[in-house]
T-cell receptor, first 109, second 115 residues
Framework: GQNIDQPTEMTATEGAIVQINCTYQ??????LFWYQQHAGEAPTFLSY??LDGLEEKGRFSSFLSRSKGYSYLLLKELQMKDSASYLC??????????WGAGTKLIIKP | DVKVTQSSRYLVKRTGEKVFLECVQD?????MFWYRQDPGLGLRLIYF???????EKGDIPEGYSVSREKKERFSLILESASTNQTSMYLC??????????????FGPGTRLTVT
């Protein structure tokens, strides 16, 4: 079966760095997405990786290792507004998105 | 800016009622999707459509149907609402995706409660 695993909840301190991991087992791979979802709101796109390596976008970076079925989202200089759920999703061989359950990130002052 | 709108943010219906959830996108996207989101579970795909009048079943189509009469509008229908259909329903759209690179744009969601 297809499976995306990510931690249920993480806590970090304002100004610090946090890494949210995602491991996947899917039938085929056509890219990995990270989305941010604030409570009660719609998911919004953060990043896309299809090749191995690190993609940097401001305070957020996303890393992919296809051979290990592994990705992480790195958030630097954490701000209170970064408190949200972070969703990992993989496009399989049929170009359908398979979603993880999301990681709830709590930022403390 | 891509905009995806949904007809209601909150909806309360009774068991057995027929429920219509409407979604409209303004970016001329070919693909449209209906998901439900429940605590502790990832987004689960109910139905999707890649063209007008075309529809494909997702992972959990039972108890649902869809309609896409116009490119910009994708409707989700609960034929006879049941309490286990209480959930957050999210609509999304994306361009035609030949290489898998396009992200999906989501509407604000409809929180449906069936009593």
């Amino acid at each position: 079966g297809q499976n995306i695993d990510q931690p249920t909840e993480m806590t970090a301190t304002e100004g610090a760095i946090v890494q949210i991991n995602c491991t996947y087992q899917t039938s085929g791979f056509n890219g990995l997405f990270w989305y941010q979802q604030h409570a009660g709101e719609a998911p919004t796109f953060l990043s896309y990786n299809v090749l191995d390596g690190l993609e940097e976008k401001g305070r957020f970076s996303s890393f992919l290792s296809r051979s290990k079925g592994y990705s992480y989202l790195l958030l630097k200089e954490l701000q209170m507004k970064d408190s949200a759920s972070y969703l990992c999703a993989v496009k399989d061989s049929n170009y359908q998105l398979i979603w993880g359950a999301g990681t709830k990130l709590i930022i403390k002052p | 800016d891509v905009k995806v709108t949904q007809s209601s943010r909150y909806l309360v219906k009774r068991t057995g009622e027929k429920v219509f959830l409407e979604c409209v996108q303004d970016m001329d996207h070919e693909n449209m999707f209906w998901y439900r989101q429940d605590p502790g579970l990832g987004l689960r795909l109910i139905y999707f459509s890649y063209d007008v009048k075309m529809k494909e079943k997702g992972d959990i189509p039972e108890g649902y149907s869809v309609s896409r009469e116009k490119k910009e509008r994708f409707s989700l229908i609960l034929e006879s609402a049941s309490t286990n259909q209480t959930s957050m329903y999210l609509c999304a759209s994306s361009p035609l995706d030949g290489q898998g690179a396009y992200e999906q744009y989501f509407g604000p969601g409809t929180r449906l409660t069936v009593t």
